[in-house]
């Protein structure tokens, strides 16, 4: 791989680990600072809806700024953030800090993108993208329980200091080993929303706010869900995020497989019934060892293996804006767990952790509903949009 895409796939594992890790902390955070699980868990939210009102936001405000300095200062504000959360002493000191580090994420992750599709050539910008994004995806198969075991030896201030040390690591990095890249044309925020008018495009987007609200609030809570298997030891945990993000890798890659040969609705139903059947069994399958280990299993593949047909389905609809499209389905993503810590911590305070999957089952329910109106949409007339080409019509 191009050390310079290694770099930025630094970065991306540094903000990858931040956001999936604090599951595996939330009880030690709680604990620590005298408050309940549920408060703690809006460490969660803040983070992610910090980063996904300010992504869109920052890339229009940014577009004209050189773009090795956005990295630096992105991951600087990532990093300031994070040491702050490990000598935070009380829940709104950690709450700020929560907020500054999504900052730092939201400026962050869409540019180093931009980045690595420009340093690349045309026929080899895809490979680009993906080694990028990779850092992403093997934060959840390593960063998340690599920091979860740290912590489980030390406490989760450990863990934070483990993360900032990423982030210093990357900014290091990407100041010494990035050249200078072109600026990209300056695109306004109005700009950016306007596909959002097309109600195909708004139903894609709500489908994957609601799906991986649901996917993610069990994420977000995982150290109390999974209690009566791990007895609170977060080295079990850790072990647990592990499969679950080797499973949430091999979903991600056998989707891209299967997105070429099968229509993006199959997969993207498929993934949603599955999950939906896995997490109403939850508080059952929960109780054991093995049978929490298969559960994770589908959890994992079902909620990457999303992924990839949402995508497919966006680009195909406006291709000529794909970018901008998977940047708001990204926001979107954020937004549905920015929603479910908040939703996450209330109902843990009435029905207890032991059903909170089954809530998170009623949202990917709502996810499935939202998709077959948006399939619906996709093959009914649209009055309000330009002809287009029969490569943008295609059905998805």
Known sequence: MDRRLLILAVGMFAMGTDNFVVAGILPGVATSLNTSVSLAGLMVTVYALTYALAAPVMAALTGGSPRKLLLVSALGIFVVGNMLSAVAADLHWILFSRALSGFGAALFSPTALGVASALAAPEKRGRALAAVTAGLTGATALGSPIGTFIGGFGSWRTTLWFVTLLGMAAMTGVWTMLPSVPRPASVRLRERLAPVRDVRITLTLLTSLFAFGGFLMVYTFAGVVLQRVTHGDERILAGMFLLWGVAATAGNLLSGRLVDRFESRTIINAMLWLAIINFCALPWTS??????????AIWGICGWGLIVPQQHRLVQLKPSVAPLL?????????????????????VLQTIGSRYLSLVAAALIAIAFLLAEFAHRCIHRPFPQRRATTNREADPV
């Open 326 to 346: 998977l940047a708001l389905n990204n926001t979107a993503t954020y937004i549905g767990l920015a929603c479910s810590g908040a939703l996450g911590g209330a």
């Open 287 to 296: 109780a054991h060892a093995f049978t929490t280990a298969i559960a994770l």
